[in-house]
């Protein structure tokens, strides 16, 4: 089902912003069962190494400004799936955030953080221009993913590469998100990290979990 007013916005940002944007990418994930312990075991370890980093992420009044219009614009999208809004939790902020901080420091492609064991959902967008970015936009950024809702099927439903962003925006069964974002090369590009408990994009849930806006 394609929603018109989300793709007139969309085309909207494209063409304002094209003759500035060089790149702009974003990554594609669905979960399974398989191997579970050993992705447990990994997860622990990895998480023990970015929690030590805590104390060196805080939050500035435009770090939280995204944050909040981050949640609201998911929670309005939400609201049409006819699914509970989300809520920002601290702690996964703080990982986002962590997340995006090693993307841009190693001025990474978009990797998943690794051996999260299926424990946290994660949605990751970049943005490349020829001169420093000024701003960016949480509302433009969660319409980029939410827009592969054109190319989703309800009466197959089912994870496909192409719509993983949309999907886990309005995973039923998701509660809580955090967001972060970080600038590399110098100001000229920009990480955004959003990660979502409890995970969504589990294969053979989606019927349940993606609803049609129908509210």
Known sequence: MKVPVVGILLLTLFTCNNARVITHDHDHESYSNSDEETLIRRYFAEQYRLLRQEED????EDFRKFQN???VVHNTL???HCVPPLELDEEINIKSQIYANHLASTDSPL????NRGSRFGENLYSLTRKSPIANISAEKIVLTWYAEIEF????KPAYKMSTGHFTQIVWKDTRKMGVGYAFG????KVYI???YEPPGNYRHRFGKNVLEPKC
């Open 69 to 71: 219009d981050s949640l």
């Open 111 to 114: 990797i998943h953080s690794t």
């Open 185 to 188: 090369r110098e100001g000229r």
């Open 152 to 155: 989703y099927d309800y009466s």
């Open 78 to 80: 939400r609201a049409h």
């Open 57 to 60: 992420v805080t939050f500035t």
């Open 193 to 195: 990290v959003a990660q």
